[in-house]
């Protein structure tokens, strides 16, 4: 069983940063797939941004050039560094862990980012 906790969401004005984290809990086991999705009102949950194990990511054409998803000398931390917030940005914010072994997918209880104009 793993325990993600999402920290660092706020409300910020439009142009201003944020940095979200995403901390696991409860396996030995390292996660291979790290994922940002967000829920935004009027919008199906989309996916912002992925990092798998050997350092490969991918960020959602809306946020390139803006959020950046890295995990910096932790195991088991993973961090969405978000600049130039527009308030199409707001929403939910959720992390998502992905461990291949035995097929095991956990979801946070996500954390708010709301950016005014």
């Known amino acids: 069983q793993v325990q993600l906790v999402e920290s660092g969401g706020g409300a910020v004005q439009a142009g201003g940063s944020l940095r979200l984290s995403c901390a696991a809990s409860?396996?030995?086991?390292?996660?291979?797939?790290w994922g940002w999705y967000r829920q935004t009102p009027g919008k199906q949950r989309e996916l912002v941004a992925t990092?798998?194990?050997?350092?490969?990511?991918n960020h959602a054409d809306s946020v390139k050039g803006r959020f950046t998803i890295f995990r910096e000398n932790s195991e088991n931390t993973m961090y969405l560094k978000m600049n130039s917030l527009k308030p199409e940005d707001t929403g939910v914010y959720y992390c998502?862990?992905?461990?291949?072994?035995?097929?095991?997918?956990?979801w946070g209880q996500g954390t708010l980012v709301t950016v005014s104009s």
């Open positions: 998502n862990a992905i461990i291949a072994a035995g097929y095991l997918e956990y």
């Open positions: 990092l798998v194990s050997g350092g490969t990511t």
């Open positions: 409860g396996t030995d086991l390292s996660i291979d797939n």
